[in-house]
């Protein structure tokens, strides 16, 4: 006797709209269409790469053929993969992806965390897919924006960033203020980024306890 094997859904496209834009400012809009499966109804879910290489959810499983949303990049730009899983009745599943460009404005640490607790007083309890989408988006943020933080190190001695002096071991003893290795950064600068961070957490905790059901709370962790 012979089983039937059953195939995922054949012939999706997917595109985004506009095909370049600004990090965490561009509103873009993923549609997908052209699936082909006798077993439906279908079903899509919305991913995007972040910077490191890993898929962040964007939504859950929904009937909808399209999203919109901001995406995240790392600076100055980066070509963002985005994809679509469709799934049968039978839970069969099949993807396609396409790349869009986001730009990312340079702005200093201060800036750049600003405009991650402005977004994060925004979101509401009320709107838990937007919240979903928000929310791993800005994960990636602050993990760019960490980076950041490390990338604009240089090696120290003998010019400290002219914020230190070399000490007799070839380290920079930073002057008052100055932080890293070459003292490149103001206190108050790292201070931000770790605050923009608890932020984030604390905002995901509360969003996470008013979520109505497990399977929007899953959607929810399984984007971070």
Known sequence: MQLPYNFGPTGGKIRVLPTTGEGL??????????????????????LYMRADGTWATLTGQQRSTQTSSWLSAKAPSQTVYVKVTATDSYLAT??????VDVHVLETGLTQASNKITNILSQLSANDPTRNMQVLSLLSSEITNLEQKVLDQESPGCPLCSNHGTCNANNRCDCDVGWNLEDCS??????????TTKLDALNKLDELFAAMPNEETKSNLLSSL
């Open 25 to 46: 400012s561009t509103m873009f809009t993923m549609v997908t269409e052209e699936w082909t499966d006798n077993d439906t109804p279908l079903s899509y879910q919305f």
């Open 94 to 99: 099949s993807e396609v992806n396409t790349t």
């Open 185 to 194: 950064i103001t206190d108050s600068e790292i201070a931000k980024v770790i």
